[in-house]
């Protein structure tokens, strides 16, 4: 498939998700970086959301909760360019029902070329990276050319 780009604006969209496990660690990261956070826009699947939101104030747009559908909207989101960044703090050591679920949103974030972390380190590197805040250009699928040449 042909690739494009697209613009990642400074104001950043932000998933948040963590399984059962991981919610604390998440939990003290967003309160950790609550200012930076602060101007880009959260979304988060159900409980997740509801505790970042409780703790730190902060707004957080809800989605179902991972196992009822959650992590298929977010999912959906990033497919659709809704979603800039994907901080997904999940637990390896512990199976989860809707695996299949968890592996198809990282599937998603790579296939649309989002910057994810999956751990309170990687979390780090990417909230001081310098694009954090910046407008940045990422090379994506261009899906619209590749269905152009099917149908003509």
Same mark, same amino acid.
């Given at each position: 498939?042909?690739?494009?780009?697209?613009?990642?604006?400074?104001?950043?969209?932000?998933?948040?998700?963590?399984?059962?496990?991981?919610?604390?660690?998440?939990?003290?990261?967003?309160?950790?970086?609550?200012?930076?956070?602060?101007?880009?826009?959260?979304?988060?699947?159900?409980?997740?959301?509801?505790?970042?939101?409780?703790?730190?104030?902060?707004?957080?747009?809800?989605?179902?909760?991972? =196992?009822?559908?959650? %992590?298929?909207? #977010?999912? !959906?989101?990033?497919?659709?360019?809704? +979603? &800039?960044?994907? *901080?997904?703090?999940?637990?390896?050591?512990?199976?989860?029902?809707?695996?299949?679920?968890?592996?198809?949103?990282?599937?998603?974030?790579?296939?649309?070329?989002?910057?994810?972390?999956?751990? =309170?380190?990687?979390? %780090?590197?990417? #909230?001081? !990276?310098?694009?954090?805040?910046?407008? +940045? &250009?990422?090379? *994506?699928?261009?899906?619209?050319?590749?269905l152009n040449k099917r149908t003509s």
């Amino acid at each position: 498939m042909e690739s494009t780009t697209r613009k990642i604006s400074a104001s950043k969209n932000i998933a948040l998700v963590a399984h059962d496990h991981c919610k604390s660690s998440l939990l003290g990261w967003v309160s950790k970086n609550k200012v930076k956070l602060s101007s880009h826009k959260l979304f988060a699947t159900g409980t997740t959301g509801s505790l970042v939101s409780k703790e730190t104030g902060l707004p957080v747009t809800g989605m179902l909760s991972g =196992p009822m559908g959650g %992590d298929q909207q #977010i999912g !959906s989101m990033i497919a659709e360019q809704k +979603i &800039d960044l994907l *901080i997904f703090f999940w637990d390896p050591l512990n199976a989860v029902p809707h695996d299949p679920d968890v592996k198809a949103l990282l599937r998603l974030a790579t296939v649309w070329n989002i910057p994810v972390a999956t751990n =309170p380190a990687t979390a %780090d590197f990417l #909230i001081t !990276s310098p694009y954090f805040d910046e407008e +940045i &250009d990422i090379v *994506i699928p261009d899906y619209q050319s590749y269905l152009n040449k099917r149908t003509s």
